[in-house]
């Protein structure tokens, strides 16, 4: 009897220590959270006008423009760096938002990018 007890209270006590199941309900669709993008490496770009852009990098290779919003893009070997121009207030449209990729697509860190299109030459 008490070898008995003394397993059942070693087994309860072993059962605290394995960690939850995290795996999802059967039938359950779960969603990764989104990723968490540092500024760090991106001062020189965010809250920059077009034109200090193009001071920067060069001329872009291309530059959409929509109804309170511009999107200048610029590519180089390396990646494709995508800036997004937003007004602030009355004043020039600025970058608020910076999205960079290598050229067939794949993720690439945006201040690589950015550091990267600074060495760029002369633009294209």
Known sequence: MRRTA???VSGLALSACVAPSTAP?????TVPPPPRYSA???ESVLGQSASALTRLFGKPDKDTREVGARK????SPFCVLDAYL???GSGEPVVTHID???PDGRDIDRASCVAAMQRRRGGR
């Open 25 to 29: 309900a059967p039938g359950r669709v």
């Open 86 to 88: 937003y007004p602030k």
């Open 40 to 42: 760090a490496g991106l």
């Open 100 to 102: 960079a990729r290598q």
């Open 72 to 75: 200048l893009q610029f590519a």
């Open 6 to 8: 003394l397993a059942l």
